[in-house]
């Protein structure tokens, strides 16, 4: 049996999203800013797939939308454009962000760093979340962006949103949030959020890879990055990914048609997973369920790395991560897990599982076998931890 247990990496395309963007291939394949009907014949499908991304995140009509390559970009723009807009050529120089955001937010504030700005990372607290009171305390009359993810994409922990747009608000600062891991999973409102930029992936809900977005509520400047055409109303220059902006249309359209799956099946098929590895002796999984999203399991085993379990699993046809994959090659300790202060023989030792609205009961049954058959292999010769098979065999 073949398992993926990796959707925070990326997603299958959901087959509805992939009928719909075969025709923008090869028959339907003009330049959208071409004059002649090759280029026109894309504009309905571009104007549905448009309306789809703004009611899914509930855009008004004023505010914009950019197409993107990839969340990554987006993040970029606006942490760098900021850079541009506020810093370089003003009377600011400080970002706020927290010690837990996706490698693109970190990055990118490290790079300013060289540049002279200053960035505050805040730090979270055992579930994995910033506190409120510390990001207030952070923010002073230079603090030019708050840049704070809407979901972890490690441990699924849902971050208070409204409440930390509301302390922007109150200090007039900018707020952008990552919310990659947050569409398709939990409900995204742009306008009850109250947030002012917000980024992300459609490969992340079960859309195409190479094309993301990024929301700029109306009133908000943002310099370009891209300097060329005038695609985008010339925020963003480069000839349309038809295809992929069709997919992602539709992928969001879905995303939120099926949020009461997610919410329902697909967290019932998560905490049963979870509750079966949990019996195990000297596990921890980080965060309660109720904060997460739906999908996630951040689990530590104590006694066994990682990249061991990673093994086994993917031995088994399992597949499944031990934290960002855009971090994945750097075999290090989880950041995460060194963030919430986990315990150092423990920082090795974390295990994301994360299933999708296509995840069955099946595939669960026997990831837990599968599973419980590492843990048993693992101990056996681990050098930091005692081993009692009493636990497994009785659950053969």
């Not at 952070?138 to 747009?165: K, Y």
């Not at 977005?213 to 891209?226: C, D, N, P, Q």
């Not at 086994?312 to 991560?321: C, H, R, T």
């Amino acid at each position: 049996m073949r398992v993926y247990l990796d959707n925070n990496a990326t997603t299958i395309v959901d087959p509805f999203v992939y009928k719909e963007m075969v025709p923008y291939f090869c028959e339907k394949y003009g330049n959208p800013n071409s004059l002649h009907e090759f280029g026109s014949e894309t504009h309905p499908a571009l104007r549905c797939a448009m309306d789809r991304l703004y009611a899914g995140i509930n855009a008004a009509d004023n505010d914009d939308i950019v197409v993107t390559s990839c969340a990554t970009e987006s993040i970029n723009w606006v942490i760098k454009g900021i850079y541009f807009d506020r810093i370089f050529n003003g009377d600011k120089n400080h970002i706020v962000t927290s010690e837990v955001e996706h490698p693109a937010v970190i990055q990118a504030c490290r790079f300013l760093e060289k540049l002279g700005v200053k960035v505050t990372y805040l730090p979270v607290n055992s579930d994995g979340v910033i506190e409120i009171d510390t990001l207030e305390e952070s923010i002073s009359d230079e603090t030019a962006l708050v840049s704070i993810m809407w979901a972890n994409n490690e441990t699924g922990m849902v971050f208070p949103i409204e409440e930390i747009s509301r302390v922007c608000k109150k200090h007039d600062v900018p707020f952008h949030t990552d919310a990659t891991q947050a569409i398709g999973k939990v409900p995204v409102d742009v306008v009850k959020a109250g947030v002012d930029y917000l980024s992300f992936s459609a490969h992340k809900f079960h859309g195409p890879k190479g094309i993301g977005g990024l929301y700029i509520k109306e009133g908000r400047v943002i310099s370009s990055l891209l300097s060329g055409g005038e695609q985008m109303d010339g925020l963003r220059s480069g000839t349309l990914n038809v295809p992929g902006i069709v997919g992602m249309g539709k992928a969001m359209e879905l995303a939120v048609e099926n949020l009461d799956f997610e919410k329902n099946d697909v967290k019932k098929l998560r905490d049963r997973l979870e509750d079966e590895l949990l019996k195990i002796p000297d596990t921890f999984v980080v965060g309660t369920k109720e904060q997460r999203t739906p999908n996630t399991i951040l689990i530590s085993i104590k006694g066994i790395e990682g990249e061991a379990m990673l093994w086994d699993l993917n031995k088994a046809g399992i597949a499944a991560s031990t934290g960002s994959a855009c971090a994945s090659e750097a075999l290090e300790s989880n950041p995460v897990m060194e963030a919430i202060g986990a315990e150092a023989d423990l920082a090795h030792t974390a295990l994301r599982l994360s299933l999708s609205r296509f995840t069955t009961k099946e595939e669960i049954d026997y990831t837990i076998d599968i599973i419980y058959k590492a843990v048993e292999r693992l101990r056996t010769i681990s050098s930091t931890f005692s081993y009692a098979p009493d636990w497994h065999e009785s659950k053969l």
